[in-house]
């Protein structure tokens, strides 16, 4: 099987398992004071990689529930089984499958899968970017007054986390703002052109690695918030349209 076919069965297979689990989680464990783990995430990402390591046994994989695997290959695949795991425990549809493949530092595939609306995103680095088999690309808004945007905030923030001031700048300059809690899922959004940028900070980088490249490939833009490039391994994000992207880098950026 190709690379893309791996990556392909592995999502849509764990997506219907997951799916399938809605309402029926055995055990709930926390990471941190808002940061929980399911059993259902676990079982999902040993599907994940068997499949992956089935097929590459040489490749490296860095996952969210589990130690980083190195491997003599410089392909490494980039995992998060369930991206919205607080939105998945209390049945709040809005939670997707995330998994990339990088080489040389450079992210080749990305999908993200919806199990919930049976939405499939997808890149290939050169080859654009699709939804369901149709290809997709970036809204055409041009003022950030037009703008609809979504954000995340970290676990365990506090009164005093930065995002709360960057939201507060962009909420009274923008549309409208959503927060509905997957990263994944919201650069997707952004490069099918449901919202027209997306910010966040101290993500992983299974949260960024698929769907960075997804947008990309969607024509849109990707930086951190400087608009310096950015890789899933920073830990700021600014992905838009491209057209408002100076817009939001001013504001993340001005004191």
């Not at 940061?35 to 046994?57: C, G, H, L, S, Y």
């Not at 695997?69 to 607080?86: H, L, M, N, Q, R």
């Not at 998945?88 to 998994?99: E, M, N, Y």
Request: with cysteine; hydrophobic share 40%.
């Amino acid at each position: 099987m190709t690379y893309k076919e791996v990556l392909i069965k592995a999502a849509l297979k764990s997506g219907r398992f997951i799916k399938g689990s809605v309402g029926k989680i055995v055990r709930i464990s926390h990471k941190g004071r808002d940061n929980i783990v399911t059993d259902v995430d676990k079982k999902a990402e040993a599907m994940i990689i068997k499949d992956i390591v089935r097929a590459f046994p040489e490749h490296s994989i860095l996952s969210e529930e589990c130690a980083p695997k190195i491997g003599a290959s410089p392909y490494k695949w980039i995992i998060d089984p369930i991206d919205g795991t607080t939105n998945f425990a209390h049945a709040f549809p809005f939670f997707c499958v995330s998994i990339g493949l990088e080489a040389g530092g450079k992210m080749l595939l990305g999908a993200v899968y919806d199990p919930m609306r049976k939405e499939l995103f997808f890149a290939e680095r050169g080859k654009g970017a699709y939804l369901n088999d149709k290809k997709i690309s970036v809204s055409k808004t041009k003022k950030l007054g037009d703008g609809f945007l979504a954000t995340g905030f970290s676990y365990g923030m506090t009164r005093k986390d930065r995002n709360i001031s960057h939201f507060r700048k962009l909420l009274t300059r923008s549309l409208a703002i959503r927060r509905a809690g997957s990263a994944a899922l919201d650069l997707s959004y952004v490069a099918c052109g449901r919202f027209d940028g997306f910010w966040e900070m101290n993500l992983h980088p299974w949260d960024s690695a698929a769907g960075m490249l997804i947008v990309d490939e969607a024509g849109g833009r990707v930086t951190r918030f400087n608009k310096s490039p950015y890789s899933p391994y920073d830990k700021d994000i600014l992905a838009t349209n491209s057209r408002i992207h100076n817009q939001i880098s001013s504001l993340l950026t001005s004191k």
